[in-house]
């Protein structure tokens, strides 16, 4: 039995769910706590008790910090798990709770904060010996000369940044030795008219990279572990669309110092609990380099809970209540291949717009392998205050090859009418030439990949078709109604009879 | 009775008549299409061909769902109706702007007042939608004839923020 007997879940959506099995599964009791927008939300049915926090903005309800503890207080809850988003990576808000005596059901405060800010944490990381994207610096100001004799080392191509910059300005791309010159002397000219201060200094560019990730696990007696890596490479605009295990760039070497780098900056931070240590992996080089530690459970921890067998909430749960690791390193071993998609309200015809509205029928796919996370039914309203992600569907076989074709099958199987979804773009990706064979990079979505307009004839005639015929049905049962202008038992039966029997023809 | 259908890309005439007998294209087709008790799940049997679908009607139109591909369907019989009653409905003699929200989603600032004067390009409103914000602006010179929202209003998909006269 767990010491933790109540859980306050300080989040909504598919992540309130999957914490609340967890709990179940270890006999906690659970909190539920929603805004206005969210009370019929499935997260609210399945927990034990559920508790109103405000207005449906997140600022008024999910980020409220004083709200959430006065409900945790009031509830009697012993633990809370503040899922992914919200108040996930604040390390006040940690420390409030632990300071009422509610377990933080995450990493230390002091974790939280250092690796929060992001120029500490890569100096604690670079500490300790993990690489960062070769530089000069920005700390002290060079001159010509200096930065000239080190690009070098750096390699081309690389960037010249404004030391004071930001948005692109003063940034300039160098390509070969030849163009630093002019490259320094432009960006020096910009970073001063646009800071009013010239100091630049100079960073590799990796023009093909992924991004790959290692999941963490560590408890309060000092034991860490690794659990292999995600790639999660397919994104747009910084938002990651798919996730995989195991990197198709990544071999058992590679994962093994991947591996090792990452327990040792979730160590030089003190860490415990689930974490995530992100890096930018070069493509042709497969050189690695720290992008930054996120303190928290991911979206996309169930990749790896499919390859390695591993449940993280609950070890999360375990790890928060003082037990130790069940898992040594040599346990860890990854079995076959996970592709998660993430299933967004958005339109991806129409530039990843929200797309908002009611969900008037949902089916998910099933079947050996196919995992959905959700936190939506049918008559959940996705509404504009929170992100859009309604669903995962995380899918698991043998090799990445049979993983893609389970994916496509089960994205076929998955129907969601009312609103839109990124369904249709990920039909196309996982058809397409660079994702089957994984030579894919960070900007592949943005750069190269071209959603297209698929026709398929066949399937027009089907719809056709069946539309008439609903469209048939519809005219006819209105000419009966309007022949009579009270409609009579007569006309209700007649109605009632085609909606059992469908339209036989 | 003859209808005009388009379905995606695809234009085909169907006929259906008394006796139910369904062509498309002058070919006449076995179809056996059962609903359910989900209003939008369909079970089609064409041809001994069977197809699961999602139907759900949208904008005088249809939204159909098969195998993972989404078209939209339009019968042309229904539609001419639907054309005739938009057209006595609106307004042809006025030159006013209306600034539509292509999105639903929070009305987070209204920066105008009715009656005031604005310059082309001149933010009128922001909406926020999924953590995007989203900016308004004068398509013109002109004056603030209403301002139809409230800052922390929720607005759908085209709803009119501000008119311009």
């Known amino acids: 039995m767990l010491s933790l007997k109540k859980i306050l879940v300080a989040n909504r959506g598919e992540i309130a769910c999957r914490i609340i099995r967890a709990c179940n599964e270890l006999g906690c009791a659970t909190v539920a706590v929603y805004s206005e927008a969210d009370r019929n939300q499935p997260h609210v049915r399945m927990a034990d008790e559920a508790w109103p926090i405000g207005p449906s903005p997140a600022r008024e309800s999910y980020l409220c910090l004083d709200k959430l503890i006065d409900t945790a207080r009031r509830s009697g809850a012993d633990g809370v798990h503040p899922g992914y988003g919200f108040l996930a990576e604040n390390a006040d808000a940690a420390e409030a709770f632990e300071s009422q005596g509610i377990v933080w059901i995450g990493p230390p405060v002091k974790a939280i904060r250092l690796m929060g800010d992001k120029l500490i944490a890569r100096e604690t990381v670079a500490a300790v010996g993990l690489p960062l994207v070769p530089g000069t610096g920005k700390s002290r100001a060079m001159t010509d000369d200096e930065l000239t004799a080190s690009a070098s080392d750096i390699g081309f191509p690389l960037l010249v940044k404004a030391a004071a910059g930001g948005g692109g300005k003063g940034m300039r791309i160098i390509r070969a030795p030849g163009e630093l010159g002019e490259g320094l002397r432009v960006a020096r000219l910009e970073a001063q008219a646009s800071f009013g201060d010239d100091r630049v200094y100079l960073e590799r560019l990796i023009t093909n990279a992924r991004h790959v990730e290692i999941q963490i696990l560590g408890d309060r007696h000092g034991n860490l572990i690794h659990l292999g890596e995600r790639d999660c490479s397919i994104q747009r605009r910084h938002q990651k669309l798919i996730e995989e295990c195991p990197s198709p760039a990544v071999d058992e070497a590679l994962r093994e110092r991947m591996g090792a780098a990452a327990v040792k900056a979730a160590r030089s931070v003190g860490y415990y609990s689930a974490g995530t240590v992100e890096f930018v992996l070069d493509n042709k080089t497969r050189d690695f380099f720290f992008l930054e530690m996120n303190t928290r459970l991911q979206v996309e921890h169930t990749v790896t809970e499919r390859v390695t067998g591993v449940d993280i909430v609950k070890e999360m749960l375990r790890v928060a209540a003082g037990e130790s690791l069940r898992h040594r390193q040599e346990d860890i071993k990854l079995k076959g291949s996970t592709i998660e998609c993430r299933i967004l309200a958005e339109d991806p015809w129409n530039h990843f717009m929200p797309s908002i509205g009611v969900i008037s029928s949902i089916a998910s796919p099933s079947g050996p392998g196919v995992r959905v996370d959700t936190g939506v039914s049918a008559g959940s309203e996705i509404t504009p205050y929170y992100d859009s992600l309604i669903a995962k569907l995380v899918v698991w076989d043998e090799t990445r090859e049979e993983a893609i074709i389970r994916s496509l099958q089960a994205l076929r199987e998955f129907q969601i009418t009312g609103i839109k979804t990124t369904i249709p773009f990920f039909l196309q990706m996982l058809e397409t030439p660079e994702f089957r064979s994984g030579n894919i990079h960070t900007k592949f979505v943005e750069d190269e990949f071209l959603l297209k307009r698929s026709r398929n004839e066949e399937l027009e005639k089907v719809a056709a078709v069946a539309v008439s015929l609903i469209a048939h049905g519809r005219r006819g049962r209105a000419t009966t109604l309007n022949s009579n202008a009270s409609p009579g038992p007569g006309a209700w039966r007649l109605l009632g009879r085609r909606e059992n029997t469908g339209t036989r023809l | ?165």
């Open chain 2, 1 to 165: 009775m003859k209808y005009t259908v388009h379905a995606g890309e695809s234009g085909f005439e169907v006929d259906i008549n008394r006796d139910g007998v369904i062509r498309l294209d002058g070919q006449v087709l076995d179809a056996d299409l059962q609903p359910s008790a989900d209003p939008t799940l369909y079970s089609l049997i064409l041809d001994h061909r069977s197809y699961e679908l999602r139907v759900e009607p949208c904008n005088g139109s249809y939204r159909v769902q098969l195998r993972g591909v989404t078209c939209d369907v339009v019968v042309e019989d229904e539609r001419r109706r639907l054309l005739a009653g938009l057209k006595s409905a609106s307004d042809p003699g006025s030159g006013e702007i209306m600034i539509k929200s292509p999105m639903p989603g929070i009305v987070i600032d209204i920066s105008v007042n009715e009656g005031d004067l604005v310059n082309a390009g001149q933010t009128l409103a922001v909406v926020e939608s999924m953590k995007m914000h989203n900016e308004f602006h004068a398509p013109r010179a002109g004056t603030v004839k209403a301002v139809r929202v409230k800052t922390g209003a929720k607005v759908l998909q085209d709803a009119i923020l501000i008119t311009l006269a």
